[in-house]
């Protein structure tokens, strides 16, 4: 089956500054990449998603690239905040599947 | 809409009792699962269903039985408890297919002494 694996477990950036989580998939054939905020208590909700037929996708401080080549897709946080901070989770699936495979999770805090 | 709605929300059994955690969601939501989170594993998916009979397995089915005899409800059954199973459990349904968002349900906290 698809393996996915996230960096780093833990990240700490100040208050205004750039976070980047970065994800690995192992099977060529996967093309749906979501990607999932949950905060302490709280289930995962989904925040941004992106599918192989696109390079990059932006939502207003977040957006995502897809590297299909290398097998690897980013979660890029611009302009971070103290409510950014929480567990962000990686998956990726193949849209001929059913079965989703989460990363194991970044903590991310942001520092005021 | 109350979307995707889990009972119990804290649960604690003694080794070797057996339970089950209700799941269902009111979206017509063809696929429904249910993942495992420990600390540091992630969410890891325990079974799946693409609709009402049909079930499969995901990556740690052992210790868990599910069923769906309707759309609406996809509950899970742990048959003898052990630590091991010990985990916060969460239900997610979506429309079937795997690029579509899979909406969560509030989680169920399960410790097994």
């Known amino acids: 089956g698809e393996n996915v694996e996230q960096h780093p477990s833990t990240l700490s950036v100040q208050e205004g500054d750039s976070a980047v989580i970065k994800c690995t998939y192992s099977?060529?054939?996967?093309?749906?990449f979501p990607w999932y905020k949950q905060e302490l208590g709280k289930r995962p909700q989904l925040i941004i998603d992106?599918?192989?037929?696109?390079g990059e996708k932006k939502d207003q401080r977040i957006a995502v690239t897809l590297n299909k080549t290398a097998k690897h897709f980013s979660l890029h946080i611009t302009e971070t905040q103290p409510e950014d901070s929480a567990v962000y989770f990686c998956?990726?699936?193949?849209?001929?599947?059913?079965?989703?495979?989460f990363g194991t999770g970044t903590s991310l805090t942001v520092i005021p | 809409n109350a979307g995707v709605t889990q009972t119990p929300k804290f649960q604690v059994l003694k080794t070797g009792q057996s339970m089950t955690l209700q799941c269902a969601q009111d979206?017509?939501?063809?696929?429904m699962s249910w993942y495992r989170q420990d600390p540091g594993m992630g969410l890891r998916l325990i079974h799946y269903?693409?609709?009402?009979?049909?079930?499969d397995q995901g990556e740690v089915p052992n210790g868990y039985n599910v069923s769906r005899s309707t759309t609406e409800d996809f509950p899970l059954r742990l048959l003898s408890a052990a630590p091991s199973q010990t985990s916060v459990y969460f239900c997610?349904?979506?429309?079937?297919?795997?690029?579509?968002?899979?909406?969560f349900g509030p989680g169920t906290r399960l410790t097994v002494t």
């Open positions: 997610a349904s979506s429309y079937v297919g795997g690029v579509y968002e899979q909406y």
């Open positions: 099977d060529s054939a996967s093309n749906y």
């Open positions: 992106i599918r192989s037929n696109v």
């Open positions: 998956a990726a699936s193949l849209n001929t599947g059913n079965q989703f495979y």
């Open positions: 979206m017509n939501h063809e696929y």
């Open positions: 269903s693409v609709g009402a009979g049909i079930t």
